[in-house]
């Protein structure tokens, strides 16, 4: 059974920086992409970032240049580096196992508590 962690969350002021972790088990993490969703109040939620087997990422426009995504397959732990933040991007960060190709999406339907993330202006 996939079970994801996601953490470091919290409440920044704008041009904040911020590192969030998932950290995952169930799965054969270093075979496994992973992906880093958001969804705002009101909002979908929609994919922010992607990292293949081979750490091929991939980044929503809006973000692009200010987040990183990387992972550590020792610990099996997906992060999101967050720079310059905007108020925008305040959301509840989720992250999942994803399939990755022309659209990339989750591969499972449950997730987790997801991670707060507060930007004030």
């Known amino acids: 059974q996939v079970q994801v962690v996601e953490s470091g969350g919290g409440l920044v002021q704008t041009g904040g920086s911020l590192r969030l972790s998932c950290a995952a088990s169930?799965?054969?993490?270093?075979?496994?992409?992973m992906g880093w969703y958001r969804q705002a109040p009101g909002k979908q939620r929609e994919l922010v970032a992607s990292?293949?087997?081979?750490?091929?990422?991939n980044y929503l426009d809006s973000v692009k240049g200010r987040f990183t995504i990387s992972r550590d397959n020792a610990k099996s732990t997906v992060y999101l580096q967050m720079n310059s933040l905007k108020p925008e991007d305040t959301a509840v960060y989720y992250c999942?196992?994803?399939?990755?190709?022309?659209?990339?999406?989750?591969?499972?339907?449950?997730w987790g508590q997801g991670t707060q993330v507060t930007v004030s202006s």
């Open positions: 990292i293949t087997r081979w750490s091929i990422t």
């Open positions: 999942n196992v994803v399939v990755v190709g022309t659209t990339t999406i989750p591969l499972y339907d449950s």
């Open positions: 169930g799965i054969i993490f270093s075979r496994s992409a």
